[in-house]
C-alpha cells in the first residue's frame, strides 16, 4: 500500500487558519490589558453610537403610541364630561319647570319646542302639545325664567308658537315699582333686545328694574316676568321714552317649557268687540 504526503503548499491557509486561531486564544486568556483591553473599549464604544440612535427611534415610537392613546382617551372623557353636563342642565331645567308647575295659580301643560328659528326677522317656534291637550289660540307659553311668547297655530298635536322675538309680537306691560304702562315689542335692528314705548319721561327708570306683563290688555294674565332694563333714552319729538329690555328667558338653548291653559274670559273679550264694533 502506497502512502502519499500531502505537500506543505496545499495546507497553507488551513495552517494559517489554526495560527490565528491559537494567536487569538492566547490572547484572550492572557491579555485582558493593553492592546486588547483598547479594542474592547473601542468595540463596545462603536456599539453604543449606534445604540443610541436606535434606542431614541424605539421610544419615539413608544411615545407616539402613548400619546395617541391618550389623546383617544382625553377625547372620550370630553364627551363623556359634555354629556353629563348636558344631562345636569337638562335635569336643572326639569326642576325648575317642575316647581314653576307646582307653584303657579294657571294650570300649566309641559312641552318640549321641537322645532325652533330665530334668526331671522319672522321667528317661530313649535311645541309638542296642541288642541287635544287643551293648547288654544293666544294662550302664554312660558318657562321657569319668564315668558316665551303666545300660541298663535295650534294643531291637533303640535302648536306654532310666536316668540318675544318676532316682528309681530305685543305685549302690554308694567314697569318694576311704577304703574306706568308701555306696549313691548321686538324691532329687528336691536337683536337680542325689546322695547318698551310709550312710558312717560317723567316716570323714572333704572338698568336693572323687572318688567313684567301687565294684565290689562287680555292678552296675558299679570305678572308673568318678560326681562330687566337695559337703558332707556327719551323719544324724539315725543314726551315719552323708549326703554331698552335684555329678555330674562336664553332662547339659544331654550328646550323645555310649559303652556298656560289660560284664555281671556269670554265676558270681557265680547264687550272689547262690541266697543270695536261702535267705532267702525
Request: hydrophobic share 40%; net charge neutral; charged share 20%.
Amino acid at each position: 500500500m502506497r502512502i502519499t504526503f500531502t505537500k506543505l503548499g496545499d495546507i497553507k491557509d488551513q495552517l494559517l487558519t489554526v495560527g490565528f486561531l491559537i494567536i487569538a486564544l492566547i490572547m484572550m486568556s492572557a491579555r485582558q490589558d493593553g492592546a486588547f483591553q483598547n479594542v474592547r473599549k473601542a468595540s463596545i464604544t462603536l456599539i453604543s453610537l449606534v445604540e443610541t440612535p436606535l434606542s431614541n427611534v424605539r421610544v419615539y415610537r413608544s411615545a407616539l403610541r402613548t400619546n395617541a392613546a391618550l389623546e383617544q382617551n382625553t377625547i372620550r372623557l370630553q364627551d363623556e364630561v359634555s354629556r353629563l353636563r348636558s344631562l345636569r342642565e337638562e335635569n336643572n331645567a326639569l326642576r325648575e319647570l317642575l316647581n314653576l308647575k307646582e307653584s303657579s295659580d294657571y294650570t300649566l301643560h309641559p312641552v318640549r319646542v321641537v322645532t325652533k328659528n330665530i334668526t331671522g326677522i319672522n321667528n317661530n317656534l313649535a311645541v309638542n302639545a296642541g288642541s287635544r291637550h287643551g293648547v288654544a289660540i293666544g294662550m302664554p307659553v312660558v318657562n321657569h325664567e319668564g315668558l316665551i311668547g303666545s300660541v298663535v297655530t295650534p294643531g291637533n298635536s303640535y302648536s306654532q308658537v310666536l316668540p318675544l322675538f318676532n316682528r309681530q309680537f305685543r305685549a302690554s306691560v308694567r314697569i318694576e315699582g311704577s304703574r306706568a304702562l308701555g306696549i313691548l315689542s321686538w324691532e329687528a335692528d336691536h337683536p337680542g333686545e325689546l322695547t318698551v314705548r310709550f312710558v312717560p319721561q317723567t316716570i323714572g327708570v333704572e338698568p336693572g328694574m323687572m318688567v313684567s306683563t301687565s294684565g290689562m290688555s287680555n292678552q296675558f294674565p299679570a305678572g308673568i316676568p318678560i326681562g330687566e332694563i337695559i337703558r332707556s333714552e327719551p323719544e324724539t319729538g315725543r314726551e315719552t321714552q323708549i326703554i331698552y329690555v335684555r329678555p330674562f328667558v336664553n332662547f339659544s338653548t331654550l328646550a323645555e317649557a310649559h303652556v298656560m291653559l289660560w284664555q281671556v274670559e269670554t265676558e270681557i273679550k265680547e264687550l272689547e268687540l262690541e266697543m270695536e264694533s261702535l267705532f267702525r
